[in-house]
Nanobody, 117 residues
Framework: QVQLVESGGGLVQPGGSLTLSCVVS????????MDWYRQAPGKQREKVAS???????TYTGSLKGRFTISRDNARNTMYLQMTSLQPEDTAVYYC???????????WGQGTQVTVSS
């Protein structure tokens, strides 16, 4: 099972920008897909965006255009660039590597993003 460590969270004003990073313990060259999830207090965890090894991306409909997911295989890192942040974006953001094999699935510890004036 790979290990994931998120960073980059913090407090930002509405309309501001923030970029999150997820560092993977090993090479991500052979990882087909990676995801960003988020979970607000009292709400279900939801997928924010996904990216494949080919660079194909998917986004939650309401977030497309504001959030950009990317990955840098040389640095074993996935990123989530967030712009035009709103208070509703406040949540703990998690890095995730899915797998049909449970033992190979991985979650990061999460990084807090707070959007407030």
């Amino acid at each position: 099972q790979v290990q994931l460590v998120e960073s980059g969270g913090g407090l930002v004003q509405p309309g501001g920008s923030l970029t999150l990073s997820c560092v993977v313990s090993g090479s991500i060259l052979n990882i087909y897909a990676m995801d960003w999830y988020r979970q607000a207090p009292g709400k279900q965890r939801e997928k924010v965006a996904s990216i494949t090894d080919r660079g194909d991306t998917t986004y939650t409909g309401s977030l497309k255009g504001r959030f950009t997911i990317s990955r840098d295989n040389a640095r074993n890192t996935m990123y989530l660039q967030m712009t035009s942040l709103q208070p509703e974006d406040t949540a703990v953001y998690y890095c995730h590597v899915p797998s049909p094999i449970k033992s190979l699935e991985a979650w990061g510890q999460g990084t807090q993003v707070t959007v407030s004036s």
